[in-house]
Every structure is written in structure tokens, then in C-alpha cells.
């Protein structure tokens, strides 16, 4: 059984920051692409961004210019950085993982914006 751990959550005034990392139970390397998501109360979840075994990335619209992914090898997580948040950010933002065959997703955890 594949996991995903996300944290990193929080709230937050509009404008700052925050760092969501999300550690899955196999390598980073397993998955084919990996990525977050997010669901605001009320709406479809949608793509934040994401990141492909070879490090290509595709970001939402509203991603571009603020937030940033990465991955950290030698912890073996896929991390979010947030700058400059707004409170439509507010949501609960949820880790993704594709492998060949499989979806996985993380419990997700709440990120909060205040304005």
C-alpha cells in the first residue's frame, strides 16, 4: 500500500508564505509524476502543479509566478513552496503520485489565507 504524507499546512496572512512537503512511502523516483492539487470547499479539485521523473513541471495559471516545486533526493519528498498568497488560495491541498498502472493521493492538509 502505497502512502502519501503531506504537511506543511497552515494559516497564513495574504502575502506570505508557506512550504508544503509531501513524503511518499517509495522513492520519489517510483512515480512516473507527481504533483499537487487543491479543493476549495464547494468546488472541483484542480492542478496546482506538477513535476515529472525526468523534472519536467506544468503549473496551473494561477500557480505561475508564486509557487514553485521541488524535490529534495535525500529526504525523498516533493515539495511546494507558496509565495504571495491570496485568500482564493484557501483550500485543502492534496498530494498526487502516478505510477504506470496506479493513482495515489495524500489525506491533504488545509491551508488557510486570511485577507
Known amino acids: 500500500q502505497v502512502r502519501l504524507v503531506e504537511s506543511g499546512g497552515g494559516i497564513v496572512q495574504a502575502g506570505g508564505s508557506l512550504r508544503l512537503s509531501c513524503a511518499p512511502s517509495?522513492?520519489?523516483?517510483?512515480?512516473?509524476?507527481m504533483g499537487w492539487y487543491r479543493q476549495a470547499p464547494g468546488k472541483e479539485r484542480e492542478l496546482v502543479v506538477t513535476?515529472?521523473?525526468?523534472?519536467?513541471?506544468n503549473y496551473a495559471d494561477s500557480a505561475k509566478g508564486r509557487f514553485t516545486i521541488s524535490r529534495d533526493n535525500a529526504k525523498n519528498t516533493v515539495n511546494l513552496q507558496m509565495n504571495g498568497l491570496k485568500p482564493e488560495d484557501t483550500a485543502v491541498y492534496l498530494c498526487?503520485?502516478?505510477?504506470?498502472?496506479?493513482?495515489?493521493w495524500g489525506q491533504g492538509t488545509q491551508v488557510t489565507v486570511s485577507s
Open positions: 513535476i515529472t521523473r525526468d523534472g519536467s513541471t
Open positions: 517509495l522513492s520519489i523516483f517510483t512515480f512516473s509524476v
Open positions: 498526487n503520485a502516478k505510477s504506470w498502472t496506479s493513482d495515489y
